[in-house]
């Protein structure tokens, strides 16, 4: 479990750390933090990730179209995705898993709920693995 490696995407800081806080407090001590889209593509190119957490609404690059890149990437296609928003709306969720978002959470979120995705997550992707 411990040996997944995160990316955590998001242009706030704050909540940055409160996803990184939530994360290490699950056991996950594997983590790399990126602003946007676009740096996120740099670290995933240099450090690799086994999971990724994004937030939608970024300058640069957002996380939906963070989403679109790693899914038409073939180094990264197969990687677990999981979207932090404030956009809860139906049309928004319907448009995240289209472009194949492994699973949503909306904000504000606890650590229990964020565990409980990222778990849900894991058990579906490492079936298939």
């Given at each position: 479990m ?16 409160i ?10 001590e594997q983590?790399?933090?990126?602003q ?9 190119m240099?450090e690799g990730?086994s999971?990724l957490i994004t937030?939608w609404?970024?300058?640069e ?11 038409t990437n073939?180094q990264?296609e ?11 709306n ?18 504000p ?11 849900q997550i894991l ?7």
């Amino acid at each position: 479990m411990a040996d997944h490696k995160f990316l955590v995407v998001d242009d706030s800081l704050t909540m940055r750390r409160i996803v990184v806080n939530a994360l290490k407090s699950l056991g996950y001590e594997q983590v790399v933090e990126a602003q946007d889209g676009k740096d996120a593509v740099g670290k995933l190119m240099t450090e690799g990730a086994s999971f990724l957490i994004t937030d939608w609404n970024m300058p640069e690059m957002n996380g939906l179209d963070l989403t679109k890149w790693v899914r038409t990437n073939s180094q990264f296609e197969h990687l677990p995705i999981l979207m932090i928003t404030t956009r809860g709306n139906k049309d928004d969720v319907i448009e995240a898993m289209k472009a194949r978002v492994n699973n949503y959470i909306v904000k504000p979120f606890t650590p229990q709920g964020l565990k409980e995705k990222i778990d849900q997550i894991l058990k579906v992707t490492e079936t298939k693995a």
